[in-house]
Structure formats: structure tokens, C-alpha cells
T-cell receptor
Framework: DGGITQSPKYLFRKEGQNVTLSCEQN?????MYWYRQDPGQGLRLIYY???????QKGDIAEGYSVSREKKESFPLTVTSAQKNPTAFYLC??????????????FGSGTRLTVV | GDSVTQMEGPVTLSEEAFLTINCTYT??????LFWYVQYPGEGLQLLLK?????DKGSNKGFEATYRKETTSFHLEKGSVQVSDSAVYFC???????????FGTGTRLTIIP
């Protein structure tokens, strides 16, 4: 079955460390997105990518970095510059900007905790 | 720009009660409208959608009708169950906009 796989499901990071969250899709979608969700809060966009080797900052990109070397993969690195990284991170994909009526497919999320 | 305004939560109902979660939008042109559901500890799942005016999306007993005249897409269910407890997000997609626009989410709790 096609879908989006996020790994790991739970991740613990020590202060000052960089960590990378994985997001892989086999839906042949062009666009991919990273969101952050804090407890009881809505979704905030971190980064998005419409095509390979191109990505754009979202609303809260500071302290995060991404790459899009393959269509299937859109990893997110949470750097030590991110002051409050503890949150639930969601990856999503969509067919592309020409087909907005199809909406997004989401992964099951990664819960990151700073210890 | 596009925006979605969603009913403030949390909402608590008894089992078998009637549910309405309000959603209104601001957008140019003819956007597509979505409802997503997020169960505890999980990602979002598409619940239903409508792509043009007067369309009704439906799934798992939930319904929403795309009302262009009132710019609304209210979510309804006739008889809720405990298993419907989740966070519900209204969202909008528009040609020329690279991203979905989400509402803030409404937490629904159903008590037996």
C-alpha cells in the first residue's frame, strides 16, 4: 500500500545535539511538507518542497533544515539552534500545486523530546 | 490571502448526541474544502472533502456541505460515538497556492 512513513516514532535528543527525522513516501507525490504541532495546538509549517532539489521556508523555519535530493524523501534536521524543539512533527505529501483538490496525505508523526 | 476560521473547542458531548463543528473560509476563486481527523498520538487522516459548491462530502457518518453563499463547510454527524473523540481540522486548497490552509483544530470528546 502506498503511504508516508515517518521514523522514528519517538526520539530523544540531548541539548546541543542535532537530530534528523525521516520522511519517506511511495505515492509518487511531487510535494512534501513538514509541520510542527505543540500540545493542544494547531499545525505550523516548517518547510515545504514542490520539486526535487528545491524547498521553501514555512512560518517557523528557524532552527530547522531540510533536503530534497530524491522525490521520495524529505528529511528534517532539528539543529541545536532550535531553542524549544520538544514537539510532535508531522510530514505530509501532495500530488502537487496543479492538483490542490486532492489534499494532503500525512505520516503518523515523530514525537521529539529534549532530555 | 486564504483563511479558515474554525469553531473554538474543546467540545464535549454525550454519546449519541448530534454534532456540529463550524468552519467558515475566506478565499478567492473556487477552493476545495477538507475535513481532517487526528486521533490521539497519530497523524491527520482525510475524513471527507468537497471540491465545488453544493457538493456534500461524507464518510463514517460524518457530512459537510460546501456552501459558497455562506462560505461555510460545517461538519455534522447525527449520532456520535466514543470512538469519534479526536481533533478535527478544517482545511482549504486553492489553485495558485502551494499549501493547504488549516483551521486551528477542534478537540471533540464524547462521554459514554
Amino acid at each position: 500500500d502506498g503511504g508516508i512513513t515517518q521514523s522514528p516514532k519517538y526520539l530523544f535528543r540531548k541539548e546541543g545535539q542535532n537530530v534528523t527525522l525521516s520522511c519517506e513516501q511511495n505515492l509518487n507525490h511531487d510535494a512534501m511538507y513538514w509541520y510542527r504541532q505543540d500540545p493542544g495546538q494547531g499545525l505550523r509549517l516548517i518547510y515545504y518542497s514542490q520539486i526535487v532539489n528545491d524547498f521553501q521556508k514555512g512560518d517557523i523555519a528557524e532552527g530547522y533544515s531540510v533536503s530534497r535530493e530524491k522525490k521520495e524523501s524529505f528529511p528534517l534536521t532539528v539543529t541545536s539552534a532550535q531553542k524549544n524543539p520538544t514537539a510532535f512533527y508531522l510530514c505530509a505529501s501532495s500530488i502537487g500545486r496543479d492538483r490542490p483538490n486532492y489534499g494532503y496525505t500525512f505520516g503518523s508523526g515523530t514525537r521529539l523530546t529534549v532530555v | 490571502g486564504d483563511s479558515v476560521t474554525q469553531m473554538e473547542g474543546p467540545v464535549t458531548l454525550s454519546e449519541e448526541a448530534f454534532l456540529t463543528i463550524n468552519c467558515t473560509y475566506t478565499a478567492t476563486g473556487y477552493p476545495s474544502l477538507f475535513w481532517y481527523v487526528q486521533y490521539p498520538g497519530e497523524g491527520l487522516q482525510l475524513l471527507l472533502k468537497a471540491t465545488k459548491a453544493d457538493d456534500k462530502g461524507s464518510n463514517k457518518g460524518f457530512e459537510a456541505t460546501y456552501r459558497k453563499e455562506t462560505t461555510s463547510f460545517h461538519l455534522e454527524k447525527g449520532s456520535v460515538q466514543v470512538s469519534d473523540s479526536a481533533v478535527y481540522f478544517c482545511a482549504l486548497a486553492n489553485f495558485g497556492n502551494e499549501k493547504l490552509t488549516f483551521g486551528t483544530g477542534t478537540r471533540l470528546t464524547i462521554i459514554p
